[in-house]
């Protein structure tokens, strides 16, 4: 790979100024190649950016001894800093956030003019939706780059995802990575996060679609209340030149308006006749999922290789992209029958047939309700029992939402581990347990998997669908700082239903 351009520090101060964000140059006029937020990926002569609530002055000291060139700062923070790193040339700014943002697109060289990057945003689907997408793309031969909350693939880097969105550095890195590697497409998941803290300033998106809205991530330290959620997801049109809506979205009419911003408006929904992708006749098929597309003055039969009828309007969303980026009906129909998207909707089923399993990232109340509906409409004369739990540190309200949700389906849950980070599994567990409707019958097992055990020998006396959520095919858990690798839901599951006789 051709080395990254270096730039001198006064050249990133002048990007900054000329862009209306105050910075002063402190020290020598160094050298600097490329950037970094985490002092464990440090490479030789990168700006090392000082941020974040737990930021620690030896971070810094660390950067530097892995060979950071200079860093970047808030006036507030400089003192400290200078105290630890006396000689080191620093970049003085008003508001850390906006000038990594812009310094990030800047010192990559906007690695975005030369590709085509598609960017979806929405409450639940963004995976699965961008899955298909990339199913189609690679039916197409055309290579695609994914960022999103299961993995991240740039064309050089392949890893599994902690952050739906990555900060400023690492998304404009991934970028160049997949210019780099010879990808014209980058695939995206964008969170109200990037949108919200600009992870994604400056960046342009070719084509933006909007799949839906509903509560979530509402807490003291993400978002304040839905209008503060939903307006910055709606952010995402301001940097678009496609617009792509679902018209079956609550608030669609808001969302239309906001997509006004886009030079161009297309439109999905299921039996919409005045959208431009609409969906008829949907019925489960052998593989997956099976409905007439009309669009485009035709109709045909798409067979979609994955369960569930709501995921009809995730197909329908990556065909109106697909369409958008230039592929023929006949790949698009190709690429969506062998769709497969890890741990969504994972069917594993024991010899006998009387136990299911199904895996699935569900982990807020607009994604419980549509799958426990579809589950129950699906396998109406089987016992329902869900294991799940809650987040630590963020999306409170899910505690209070999902045991209401789960209630009105499930017959038995098992509340269990998922991402504690700081707060104790126990105490997450303790309040899904108060907040549990009287009727819906459920035990607490912190290990998860032991709960899924649990949950296996629950369905052993009764034809049951037993439902592991929220982590899919995950192979860590978040505990404290760390991500300590464990056995994944979908490999238990399988090793579980194999060995049942």
């Known amino acids: 790979m051709p080395p990254l351009k270096a730039f001198h520090a006064s050249d990133v101060v002048d990007n900054l100024t000329n862009n209306g964000c105050r910075?002063?140059?402190?020290?020598?006029?160094?050298?600097?190649?490329?950037?970094?937020?985490?002092?464990?990926?440090?490479?030789k002569g990168c700006l090392f950016v000082c941020k974040g609530a737990s930021f620690k002055p030896q971070f810094l000291s660390m950067a530097l001894t892995s060979g950071a060139s200079a860093y970047m700062c808030e006036k507030s923070a400089e003192e400290a800093l200078i105290h630890v790193a006396p000689n080191a040339s620093h970049i003085v700014v008003e508001d850390i956030r906006h000038a990594m943002a812009l310094t990030a697109s800047f010192t990559y060289n906007h690695p975005d003019r030369s590709l085509n990057v598609i960017g979806i945003t929405g409450t639940k689907g963004k995976s699965t939706t961008a899955y298909m997408l990339r199913s189609i793309l690679d039916a197409a031969n055309m290579?695609?780059?994914?960022?999103?909350?299961?993995?991240?693939?740039?064309?050089?880097?392949?890893?599994?995802?902690?952050?739906?969105?990555?900060?400023?550095?690492?998304?404009?890195?991934?970028?160049?990575?997949t210019k780099e590697s010879g990808r014209k497409i980058m695939v995206m998941e964008v969170s109200s996060h990037g949108l919200k803290y600009e992870r994604v300033l400056d960046l342009r998106f070719e084509t933006a679609c909007f799949l839906?809205?509903?509560r979530d991530h509402i807490s003291p330290v993400e978002h304040s209340d839905f209008e503060d959620y939903f307006s910055s997801k709606l952010k995402i049109f301001d940097q678009c030149s496609t617009a792509v809506v679902n018209v079956d979205s609550d608030?669609?009419?808001?969302?239309?308006?906001?997509?006004?911003?886009?030079?161009?408006?297309?439109?999905?929904?299921?039996?919409?006749?005045d959208a431009d992708y609409t969906a008829r006749n949907i019925s489960p098929s052998v593989k997956g999922t099976s409905f007439d597309l009309a669009a485009e003055g035709e109709t045909r039969r798409i067979?979609?290789?994955?369960?569930?009828?709501?995921?009809?309007?995730?197909?329908?969303?990556?065909i109106a992209m697909a369409r958008l980026a230039g592929v023929d009906f006949n790949t698009i129909e190709k690429g969506l029958s062998s769709v497969r998207v890890p741990g969504r909707m994972e069917i594993v089923a024991s010899p006998d047939g009387k136990s299911l399993a199904i895996i699935d990232y569900a982990h807020n109340e607009l994604s419980f309700k549509t799958l426990f509906e579809s589950v129950k409409s699906d396998y109406p004369d089987r016992?329902?029992?869900?294991?799940?739990?809650?987040?630590?540190?963020?999306?409170?309200?899910r505690r209070e939402c999902l045991p209401r949700v789960a209630a009105q389906y499930a017959d038995f849950v098992i509340y269990t581990e998922e991402d504690p980070a700081h707060e104790r599994v126990e105490d997450i567990c303790a309040e899904l347990a108060a907040n549990t409707p009287p009727d819906l019958a459920y035990?607490?097992?912190?290990?998860?998997?032991?709960?899924?055990?649990?949950?296996f020998q629950a369905a052993e006396n009764h034809p049951s669908v037993v439902l592991l959520l929220a982590k899919g095919d995950e192979t860590s858990q978040h505990r404290g700082d760390c991500y300590v690798e464990v056995e994944s839901d979908l490999s238990v599951a399988k090793r579980i239903l194999t060995n049942h006789h």
């Open 23 to 43: 910075a002063q140059l402190v020290g020598a006029d160094i050298a600097i190649q490329g950037m970094s937020i985490d002092s464990r990926t440090v490479e």
């Open 143 to 177: 290579p695609s780059s994914i960022l999103g909350s299961i993995e991240t693939d740039d064309g050089l880097v392949r890893h599994e995802s902690h952050n739906t969105t990555p900060e400023a550095p690492d998304l404009w890195r991934h970028l160049r990575n």
């Open 212 to 214: 839906n809205i509903g």
């Open 251 to 273: 608030h669609k009419n808001r969302i239309l308006d906001a997509a006004g911003k886009a030079q161009r408006i297309v439109t999905f929904g299921i039996e919409q006749s």
């Open 303 to 318: 067979d979609l290789g994955i369960a569930g009828s709501f995921n009809v309007s995730n197909a329908l969303a990556a």
């Open 383 to 397: 016992k329902i029992i869900a294991v799940f739990g809650a987040p630590g540190g963020k999306a409170e309200e």
């Open 443 to 455: 035990e607490i097992i912190t290990d998860r998997k032991q709960a899924i055990e649990r949950a």
